[in-house]
């Protein structure tokens, strides 16, 4: 049997639309050429794909059963080509990577610059995002990798975990919240609260945590930026909770950096590729040099060089 990758879209985009012309507009072909495309096919099938009226164009019942590995078949012909041209990118010396800004701005040039000591021949282009960017921009291949917190779902992308964060309070250096060894959700909620904007991840993680905590803040300000979180914090006008990831950032503002009290909201860290079926694990590994960073980050967390 020979049905080549032509035949089968047309299969497919004809069996979604169940109209010729429709078809023919997407796939930009005339309806003589999609016919044909088509007739070839169950030619080469040995049967009817399809059941033409003079209105609709309805699936036989063979073809209803072919229809998801046809579906199949072209998303892994399609992931094929997409690795291909990112292999050959890699070679010629290209890689991307959508990291979040907690990351990006703190332990991330680190591990860039013994990254290039190592492939001084890649060059590396950072895209800074928040984290549901992140994932999307792995998961339609607009990135070779991704650097974020690891979500609920992981639907077409896989997840290499390299540390877990556990987030912590942040008050400005003269408060007397600063000199409290440990701080709880009662007290934080007590305090004018600088939360992320809402429909954020991280924004809904606190809130989660609040109401496990049963407490709701008094007066409650949002921003959009850690950054900016955290120089409303060093100038007296909250309190907020950030990842750990952040310390060093908060710290170099003059901002107390405090654990707190159950619940304890946990993390992991970890690099983002998109989901590849079939492919070896050296394949793999090849394609995502990246994974250097894996060892390089695992090994200052075990070193205790990485808050967490």
Known sequence: MN???????????????????????LLHLSQPALSISIKKMEEAAGGSLFSRSTRRVELSP????????ARRLLADWEQAIDDLGRAFSLQ?????????????MNQFPEALVVFRQRYPDINITVEDVVMENV???????KVD????????????????????DRF????????????????????LAQQPFIAMNRGSWSRATTDRAM?????????????NQLATIGRMVSLGLG???VPALCRGQMESMGIACKPIAQPVIERQVGIFTRKRHGLSKATQADHCKLLFFYSYISEKVERGNVHN
């Open 145 to 164: 990798l991704g650097i974020t917190f690891e979500p609920e779902q992981l639907d077409g992308v896989d997840f290499l975990p390299l540390f877990t």
């Open 239 to 241: 309190v907020s909770v």
């Open 211 to 223: 109401a496990d905590a049963k407490v709701t803040p008094r007066h409650l300000s949002e921003a």
């Open 3 to 25: 049905i080549s990758h032509r035949q089968l879209r047309a299969f497919v985009t004809l069996a979604q639309c169940s109209s010729f012309a429709e078809a023919c507009e």
């Open 168 to 187: 912590i309070a942040v008050v400005a250096g003269d408060s007397p919240l600063a000199r409290k060894p440990e701080l709880d959700w009662q007290l």
């Open 135 to 141: 994932i999307e921009a792995v998961r339609q291949g």
């Open 92 to 104: 010629q010396g290209k890689l991307s990577i959508a990291v979040m800004p907690s990351f990006a």
């Open 62 to 69: 063979e073809g209803r059963n072919f229809l998801p590995v």
